[in-house]
């Protein structure tokens, strides 16, 4: 094969891969919340030493728009050796119960997840993280996607941007996957979401024999149990309301940032054989396309694939950027994707050195 067509070929790739992922993704808005049934609710929240975060999320709890007899807030605490327990007792919400994850079955958050799910009321379960703000109308979202017959739905979990770089580039890699997310229950393969905001009817949980299925790493209490539910033919939806968002914080470091992308990668090591072929290809195609631009010097044809990467880039991320209100300037998009690009294989192949690290606050995230 004549050198020349190498970087012809990775640009229809690139282009087709792209043309896909844009007509799904126009699919996508955000739109007012409807009525809803107003569906039971029981929101399981594990925590571990989170007593700088616990206060806001406490916070907006309180605002949430949602008939307090229709839902309950489960606090589950892992063992915190700070004042987060304190914080949660003097929280003056009404309908909150709080235990004790003293006889876990399974190790990291799982375990403490189980443990709340088993003492919930309700027959819809929805999961968030300590360290997040939720919208008003989370549970108003969550109760009419359930209501439209879905099994399992998730919503948008942005982080808030600080002014550090490192900041920026945890936000712009979380949009990026959201895309995604949202993309591929668009296209009928659903893969992915955060626990931050996810909710499942409890049949399905015990349906899918809770997370026993899912310890091949500690994290995993959302990808790996979509990964079971898709094996059951459970349908997955996802919900983009207005004030719908679950908002949390970024990584601080760059220290913290590969700590929390390992755990996460680890959990991609796991995904169905279609998932991982179909991502394989996504992932592999934009990064040949981003570093064919090294081969420029040998022949001019390589700018080819760069160049349609970035427009098409700048072109989903600019309409990203209306519907979800985020504040990326045109020369913050190019620079933080050219980092994202860069942070793929080394997250990559730090995802198999590192090990797994629960014992610090936010460990759960």
């Not at 949980?205 to 094996?231: A, H, M, P, W």
Request: hydrophobic share 40%.
């Amino acid at each position: 094969m004549p050198v020349i067509l190498l970087p012809i070929i990775l640009t229809i790739l690139l282009c087709l891969s792209y043309l896909i992922l844009t007509k799904s993704f126009y699919k996508i808005n955000l739109t007012a919340v409807k009525n809803s049934n107003q569906l039971k609710i029981s929101i399981i929240i594990p925590f571990k030493n989170e007593e700088k975060y616990l206060p806001q999320l406490v916070n907006s709890l309180r605002s949430i728009d949602y008939p307090t007899e229709n839902f309950e807030i489960i606090f589950v605490d892992d063992n915190s050796s700070d004042n987060s327990i304190e914080i949660i007792k003097n929280s003056s919400l009404t309908n909150i119960k709080l235990f004790q994850a003293t006889d876990k079955k399974i190790a990291g958050k799982k375990g403490a997840l189980e443990i709340g799910i088993q003492h919930a009321n309700f027959d819809i379960i929805a999961i968030t993280d300590a360290d997040c703000i939720i919208e008003k109308d989370w549970l108003k979202s969550i109760s009419n996607k359930i209501s439209q017959g879905n099994d399992l739905v998730f919503g948008y979990s942005p982080f808030l941007v600080g002014n550090s770089l490192i900041s920026k580039i945890s936000s712009y890699e979380n949009l990026k996957n959201f895309i995604l997310y949202f993309s591929s229950v668009e296209l009928g393969f659903p893969f992915g979401a955060t626990a931050r905001s996810l909710a499942f009817r409890k049949s399905v949980y015990i349906e899918v024999n809770g997370y026993n299925n899912t310890t091949e790493t500690l994290s995993g209490d959302d990808d790996l149990f979509i990964r079971e539910c898709v094996k059951k033919n459970f349908k997955i939806g996802y919900f983009l309301d207005k004030n719908s968002f679950v908002y949390s914080y970024p990584s601080e470091s760059i220290k913290e940032y590969l700590s929390r992308k390992s755990r996460h990668l680890k959990t991609s090591h796991h995904y169905l054989f279609k998932h991982k072929l179909i991502l394989g290809f996504w992932y592999s195609t934009n990064f040949l396309s981003f570093i064919s631009v090294l081969i420029v010097p040998f022949s001019a044809i390589f700018f080819l694939p760069f160049i349609m990467k970035t427009l098409f880039d700048l072109a989903i991320m600019i309409l990203v950027k209306k519907k979800f209100h985020h504040s990326f300037k045109l020369y913050q998009i190019i620079l933080l994707e050219i980092i994202y690009q860069i942070l793929i294989p080394i997250n990559f192949i730090n995802s198999f050195l590192s090990k797994d690290n629960w014992n610090k606050s936010r460990s759960f995230n």
